[in-house]
């Protein structure tokens, strides 16, 4: 996910949101397409939900070139319209463009931020939001609460011509990933790296490199990569996060994440610069 060329994002709109407005309307944690056939899945204008008697809390996002772009809330008891349908956000991987694929995974934040931010978690009075930022404001104490964002590492660590790749349990079945985990409080990003590599394989890494970072709006993490290289220890698995892990040649790789995500981009970035690429 990134920020598309051409998007201005704002919190407040300037006017009523027009007919061909991007709409990006979940129910629950999956957003309305439209379905014309089984293949097929394309993203809602306004209209299209107005015209399928849909409507919920909107919050708008900012511009994509002259169209507006709103997150809509709908309720969790919307009906399923015909020729419509609600699917995951990685439903939409390949399917629609990469620009609209990120403001949706955009819209999905916002909306979890407006549903879990609605009293103070301090006083517990109801909150407001601020007119000049996206947050919320507390009219009886101030605390202010903005979009939650958790800062998380992957990082894939290198011996030779090898690269550590790992399993979670939660994986599908026969793929490895880098390693990956959230920052703990207090912690740099460097100091998680070591911690988690060395938690849940049992090895120490040196040489800790920035790659490139990602939105993952599953619901609202902030993905930093980064490469490794081995400096000891035998892999030892922390069982209750991995089902396996294992040292592969470059030129014998398991099954690795899709294209999209950015521990694709990693390996296949670290494997060209291995081979000499």
Same mark, same amino acid.
């Given at each position: 996910?990134?920020?598309? *060329?051409?998007?201005? *994002?704002?919190? #407040?709109?300037?006017?009523?949101?027009?007919?061909? +407005?991007?709409?990006?309307?979940?129910?629950?944690? &999956?957003?309305? #397409?439209?379905?014309?056939?089984?293949?097929?899945?394309?993203?809602?204008?306004?209209?299209?939900?107005?015209?399928?008697? /849909?409507?919920?809390?909107?919050?708008?996002?900012?511009?994509?070139?002259?169209?507006?772009?709103?997150?809509?809330? /709908? *309720?969790?008891?919307?009906?399923?319209?015909?020729?419509?349908?609600?699917?995951?956000?990685?439903?939409?991987?390949?399917?629609? *463009?990469?620009? /609209?694929?990120?403001?949706?995974?955009?819209?999905? &934040?916002?909306?979890?931020?407006?549903?879990?931010?609605?009293?103070?978690?301090?006083?517990?009075?109801?909150?407001?939001?601020?007119?000049?930022?996206?947050?919320?404001?507390?009219?009886?104490?101030?605390?202010?609460?903005? @979009?939650?964002?958790? @800062?998380?590492?992957?990082?894939?660590?290198?011996?030779?011509?090898?690269?550590?790749?790992?399993?979670?349990?939660?994986?599908? @079945?026969?793929?490895?990933?880098?390693? +990956?985990?959230?920052?703990?409080?207090?912690?740099?990003?460097?100091?998680?790296?070591?911690?988690?590599?060395?938690?849940?394989?049992?090895?120490?890494?040196?040489?800790?490199?920035?790659?490139?970072? &990602?939105?993952?709006?599953? @619901?609202?993490?902030?993905?930093?990569?980064?490469?490794?290289?081995?400096?000891?220890?035998?892999?030892?698995?922390?069982?209750?996060?991995?089902?396996? #892990?294992?040292?592969?040649?470059?030129?014998?790789?398991?099954?690795?994440?899709?294209?999209?995500?950015?521990?694709?981009?990693?390996?296949? +970035?670290?494997?060209?610069?291995?081979?000499?690429?």
């Amino acid at each position: 996910m990134y920020t598309p *060329p051409g998007f201005v *994002p704002a919190h #407040a709109p300037s006017a009523a949101l027009a007919g061909d +407005a991007h709409a990006f309307a979940f129910r629950g944690d &999956q957003v309305l #397409a439209l379905a014309p056939d089984a293949e097929t899945l394309i993203l809602p204008r306004h209209d299209d939900l107005a015209a399928a008697g /849909l409507s919920g809390n909107a919050h708008f996002l900012g511009m994509l070139g002259t169209r507006a772009c709103a997150a809509i809330d /709908l *309720p969790d008891d919307a009906p399923e319209p015909a020729g419509m349908r609600y699917v995951g956000l990685r439903a939409l991987f390949f399917k629609v *463009p990469d620009e /609209l694929l990120a403001l949706a995974a955009r819209a999905f &934040q916002i909306v979890d931020f407006e549903r879990n931010h609605r009293f103070c978690g301090h006083c517990g009075v109801r909150l407001r939001a601020r007119s000049r930022e996206r947050a919320k404001e507390c009219p009886s104490c101030g605390l202010v609460a903005y @979009p939650r964002i958790s @800062p998380a590492m992957m990082v894939l660590v290198t011996r030779g011509r090898e690269l550590l790749l790992a399993r979670a349990h939660r994986f599908a @079945p026969g793929m490895f990933s880098a390693l +990956a985990g959230f920052v703990e409080p207090g912690e740099t990003i460097e100091d998680c790296v070591r911690r988690e590599v060395h938690e849940e394989v049992g090895v120490d890494v040196t040489d800790i490199t920035y790659f490139a970072s &990602q939105s993952w709006a599953f @619901p609202h993490s902030l993905m930093i990569a980064f490469t490794a290289t081995y400096a000891g220890g035998e892999i030892r698995l922390e069982d209750e996060e991995i089902a396996d #892990a294992r040292w592969f040649p470059v030129d014998a790789l398991p099954k690795l994440p899709m294209s999209v995500s950015i521990a694709r981009r990693l390996i296949d +970035a670290t494997v060209m610069r291995l081979r000499g690429g």
